[in-house]
């Protein structure tokens, strides 16, 4: 259903990506953020789903900026190898990058922004930092945390997993504390329950937190 194409930044840096689109007129175009695996065949298949009701969905590939066309599965060593790279975020750039994939779909109606992990901490900053945004959803986001006095410009909803040895519970309750404008769900999973391709995916968290995801882009995507 997608492409591979190229977006570049306006500090001119040039990055990969991943492109979905509907068929017919869409809704409106999200941009999907990665998780530290790279645009791989989760985040394609997110975007792929997204097009599917009717939204443009563009990934960008994030890491580009340090480590070109990465891509990785969920293997131990995999995962290892993927958490060397964290150190290496900076998250303006990430913003920048994310911000190019805003304006190659700037023509499809609404814009929004989507991510996973690290992308969940990154859809969280682009609604307080970015501007033009009609919904943002953050799935598991660990570092959003860190950032939770910023105040969104759009619509947030989040997701966490109530056993995620990562963010622990005490985190979602300073987040909820601080940001009582956002939507907030726990689902008694772990880390990475929606992506059907980790031993920790949890089928039932997975379909209600995607069925409220679509819900809550249906009633702010306009």
């Not at 998250?91 to 023509?107: E, T």
Request: glycine residues 10%; charged residues 25%.
């Amino acid at each position: 259903m997608g492409k591979l194409f190229s977006l570049t930044t306006s500090d001119s840096h040039t990055l990969g990506a991943y492109r979905a689109d509907p068929d017919g007129t869409p809704k409106g175009a999200m941009v999907v953020a990665q998780e530290i695996f790279g645009v791989n065949s989760h985040i394609r298949n997110v975007c792929d789903r997204l097009a599917a009701q009717g939204y443009v969905a563009v990934a960008p590939a994030l890491f580009d900026r340090f480590v070109r066309d990465f891509e990785s599965g969920y293997s131990a060593e995999e995962v290892a190898l993927a958490r060397t790279y964290i150190p290496k975020i900076e998250w303006p750039k990430v913003l920048l990058d994310i911000q190019a994939g805003l304006d190659d779909v700037k023509g499809a109606g609404p814009l929004g922004v989507i991510g996973f992990c690290l992308g969940g901490s990154a859809a969280f900053l682009s609604a307080t930092r970015l501007s033009g945004l009609s919904a943002a959803v953050g799935f598991y986001g660990g570092a959003i945390v860190k950032f939770a006095d910023e105040t969104p410009k759009c619509p947030v909803q989040l997701h966490f997993g109530e056993t995620d040895a990562s963010i622990p519970m005490s985190d979602v309750e300073i987040i909820k504390e601080k940001r009582k404008d956002c939507e907030i769900y726990t689902y008694p999973a772990g880390h990475g329950f929606y992506c059907d391709e980790r031993a920790s995916f949890d089928d039932a968290s997975a379909k209600l937190a995607w069925q409220r995801t679509l819900d809550f882009l249906s009633k702010n995507m306009k």
